[in-house]
């Protein structure tokens, strides 16, 4: 399946953005009676059959509305963005891939970068969406310095990986059966002991990644998959 996107889709005769438009008509080369899939990124899927083609545009009539529940528990993602722009880029794409609910970049004492790439990086968790037939579109939220992230109250599971020395849980032991939960992870330099204290006394429990010093987001992805893989099958 082919999936497009556009937040603002409504039913009944609708036009494809142009973007979209031109991917549809001139690489997928589809024409008038062809059927299209498109979310809003908000757990709608529409079904729409294409009704006319004029140069860029693409003009359709939506046949078909489903709801999709959205994935539970809910997994939010806190990340300090590292100084490559690929990693960085490659992290994102694979967060959606995994189930990822939102994601926070984060500013911390040790950080790489302090500035962000937003439109950029929302146009690569699009591309990931469709690419991986997801119909939530995960949030990117504004870079958020980190004792002011440590303030919110997202989560009812709030886990902090990190290597410092401290009473660090195995993640088996730290992942909470049906709970949203929020996984903050620091840049190459690490946490520094102020900020993992001051995490620990609002609550956030450390985590142990084991032996092998990681790259941020290879720290990242591995609890991600490992939360995957804990809710789809040692809970079951």
């Known amino acids: 399946m082919q999936l497009f996107f556009d937040r603002y889709i409504t039913s009944g005769s609708y036009q494809l953005p142009e973007n979209e438009s031109k991917h549809l008509i001139r690489v ?56 490559s722009t690929d990693r960085m880029e490659w992290f994102l794409e694979k967060a959606v891939e995994l189930g990822v609910s939102e994601i926070y970049p ?49 989560a009812e599971s709030k886990l902090m990986a990190h290597c410092r020395k401290s009473k660090r849980f195995p993640l088996n032991d730290a992942f909470g059966a049906d709970k949203n939960t929020v996984i903050l992870v620091g840049p190459e330099g690490d946490f520094s002991v102020e900020e993992i204290e001051l995490a620990e006394s609002r609550g956030w429990k450390s985590i142990d990644l084991g032996d092998r010093r990681l790259r941020t987001e290879t720290a990242a992805l591995s609890v991600l998959d490992a939360f995957h893989w804990y809710q789809n099958w040692f809970t079951k």
């Open 106 to 154: 984060i500013q911390s004492f040790h950080s790489e970068r302090v500035k962000v790439k937003k439109e950029r990086w929302e146009r690569i968790l699009v591309s990931a969406m469709k690419q991986s037939l997801r119909f939530y579109l995960p949030q990117l939220h504004d870079l958020t310095k980190l004792k002011d992230f440590l303030s919110l109250d997202l």
């Open 28 to 83: 997928l080369r589809k024409s008038v009676g062809d059927q299209v899939m498109i979310t809003n990124g908000s757990g709608s899927l529409f079904q729409a059959a294409i009704t006319d083609i004029k140069g860029k545009s693409c003009f359709t009539e939506v046949t078909l509305v489903e709801e999709i529940a959205e994935m539970s528990p809910k997994l939010i993602m806190a990340i300090a963005p590292t100084k």
